[in-house]
Antibody, heavy 113, light 106 residues
Framework: EVQLVESGGGLVQPGGSLRLSCAAS????????MHWVRQGTGGGLEWVSV???????YYSDSVKGRFTISRENARNSLYLQMNTLRVGDTAVYYC???????WGQGTTVTVSS | SYELTQPSSVSVSPGQTARITCSGD??????ARWFQQKPGQAPVLVIY???ERPSGIPERFSGSSSGTTVTLTISGAQLEDEADYYC?????????FGGGTRLTVL
């Protein structure tokens, strides 16, 4: 079964850090670009970051300089290191295969004092 | 930056045809996708490449494109189609989503 499973979410204070993980299974992970998409309390979907098969990363303006995307193909894993977190980063974070056809169940990040 | 604009809500009666539009300059050059999201669930891809339907998606879902506007059509909407719908496009590797449309079937 093709599957993505996120983990690592939680409650963190403003200015803190968190590392999200996404475990892929059921497909050849190394052959796919992978994205992070988040959904805040306002409800809409917001693209966060992408990493290509060669490891080249791109970020939305809202997280550039604070978040770092990475992948470990040997472990079929995607990561998102989130630093200098803000209240506005509070959201459910999804990892998504580039085709848009496979989404994880999401992991919740809450930034609050 | 790229923007996609959708109506915030659409309402139809069961069995009627629902149409949700999405507009943005990027759509004249790039394909659109549509995602359906029900409460507490991850989004599901229902249309890709403007009008292609993934396997397992009912035939009542269709997509079309004209210039800078794409349209998701649900022919004979069912109660289970009540959900939020998001259009999407990609400018190179960077993604953009519309603000979402709440479809009410009642």
């Amino acid at each position: 079964e093709v599957q993505l499973v996120e983990s690592g979410g939680g409650l963190v204070q403003p200015g803190g850090s968190l590392r999200l993980s996404c475990a892929a299974s059921g497909f050849t992970f190394s052959r796919h670009d992978m994205h992070w998409v988040r959904q805040g309390t306002g409800g809409g979907l917001e693209w966060v970051s992408v990493i290509g098969t060669s490891g080249d990363p791109y970020y939305s303006d809202s997280v550039k300089g604070r978040f770092t995307i990475s992948r470990e193909n040997a472990r079929n894993s995607l990561y998102l290191q989130m630093n200098t977190l803000r209240v506005g980063d509070t959201a459910v974070y999804y990892c998504v295969r580039a085709g848009g056809d496979v989404w994880g169940q999401g992991t919740t990040v809450t930034v609050s004092s | 930056s790229y923007e996609l604009t959708q109506p915030s809500s659409v309402s139809v009666s069961p069995g009627q045809t629902a149409r949700i539009t999405c507009s943005g300059d990027v759509l004249a050059k790039k394909y659109a996708r549509w995602f359906q999201q029900k409460p507490g669930q991850a989004p599901v891809l229902v249309i890709y490449k403007d009008s292609e339907r993934p396997s397992g998606i009912p035939e009542r879902f269709s997509g079309s494109s004209s210039g800078t506007t794409v349209t998701l059509t649900i022919s004979g909407a069912q109660l289970e189609d009540e959900a939020d719908y998001y259009c999407h496009s990609a400018a190179d590797t960077l993604w953009v989503f519309g603000g979402g449309t709440r479809l009410t079937v009642l």
